[in-house]
C-alpha cells in the first residue's frame, strides 16, 4: 500500500514570496491534516479536511495560508506572502476517518526555508 | 485544555541499556494517547498508541508504552537499546470528540551509544 505523498521535498524562498505544497493522502482516506513542525518543536495541527470539508482551521494563519482539497483527495497548502517564521516542515497526513484513536498516517515532510 | 509535556528534550543511553522516555498529559476526559518516533528527513512512523482497552501497550521495535491514570502518564520504554533507536520520539493525545486532532510534545531526542 503507498504512503502519503508530499512535494517538493525542499523548498527555498525569499520572503514575501509565495510557496505551495501537494499532498496525496493514502488511497480511500477521507480525513487529511496539514501540520507545521518547527524545528525543535513537535507538530502544530494547521488544518484538518474531511473529504473535501474544513474540520477545523483555528490554526491557519489565514491572512496568508489557504488550503484546498478539491475532489477530496488530493491537498495544496499555499503560503503567501512568506515570513521567515515560516520557515519549518510542513507535514501532510491521512487517517481513514474522525475517531480519536485512528491512527494518522505521516508523509515525510516538505521542508521549507525562508531567506 | 489538552496538553502533553515530554519531560528531556534529550535523552542518552547506550546500546542495551534501558530506555525511558517520559510523557505526562493533561485532559479532563480520557484521552487517547499515541508514540511516534521520527528519523531524520521522514515523516513521523506510529510506535503505539492507548485506545481505553488494555493500560500496557505494546508496539512495535520492541517498545511498548503504560497509561497510568493516577500520575496522568504515558512512559516510554524499551528493555534494550539498539544504535538504530536513535531517532526523535513525540508524545501525542487526541480525544474522541475532536475530529482525531493531535496535540504532539515537544519531542525527546534519543541517542544511543556503542
Known amino acids: 500500500e503507498a504512503g502519503v505523498a508530499q512535494s517538493p521535498r525542499y523548498k527555498i524562498i525569499e520572503k514575501r514570496q509565495s510557496v505551495a505544497f501537494w499532498c496525496n493522502p493514502i488511497?480511500?482516506?477521507?480525513?487529511l491534516y496539514w501540520y507545521q513542525q518547527i524545528l525543535g518543536q513537535g507538530p502544530k495541527l494547521l488544518i484538518q479536511f474531511q473529504n473535501n470539508g474544513v474540520v477545523d482551521d483555528s490554526q491557519l494563519p489565514k491572512d496568508r495560508f489557504s488550503a484546498e482539497r478539491l475532489k477530496g483527495v488530493d491537498s495544496t497548502l499555499k503560503i503567501q506572502p512568506a515570513k521567515l517564521e515560516d520557515s519549518a516542515v510542513y507535514l501532510c497526513?491521512?487517517?481513514?476517518?474522525?475517531?480519536?484513536?485512528?491512527?494518522?498516517?505521516f508523509g515525510p515532510g516538505t521542508r521549507l526555508t525562508v531567506l | 485544555a489538552q496538553s502533553v509535556t515530554q519531560l528531556g528534550s534529550h535523552v542518552s543511553v547506550s546500546e542495551g541499556a534501558l530506555v525511558l522516555l517520559r510523557c505526562n498529559y493533561s485532559s479532563s476526559v480520557p484521552p487517547y494517547l499515541f508514540w511516534y518516533v521520527q528519523y531524520p528527513n521522514q515523516g513521523l512512523q506510529l510506535l503505539l498508541k492507548?485506545?481505553?482497552?488494555?493500560?500496557l501497550v505494546k508496539g512495535i521495535n520492541g517498545f511498548e508504552a503504560e497509561f497510568k491514570k493516577s500520575e496522568t502518564s504515558f512512559h516510554l520504554t524499551k528493555p534494550s537499546a539498539h544504535m538504530s533507536d536513535a531517532a526523535e520520539y513525540f508524545c501525542?493525545?487526541?480525544?474522541?470528540?475532536?475530529?482525531?486532532?493531535?496535540?504532539f510534545g515537544q519531542g525527546t531526542e534519543l541517542s544511543v551509544k556503542p
Open positions: 492507548y485506545t481505553s482497552a488494555a493500560t
Open positions: 501525542a493525545v487526541s480525544r474522541y470528540n475532536q475530529g482525531g486532532k493531535l496535540i
Open positions: 497526513a491521512s487517517s481513514s476517518g474522525l475517531a480519536g484513536p485512528d491512527t494518522q498516517y
Open positions: 488511497s480511500g482516506h477521507a480525513t
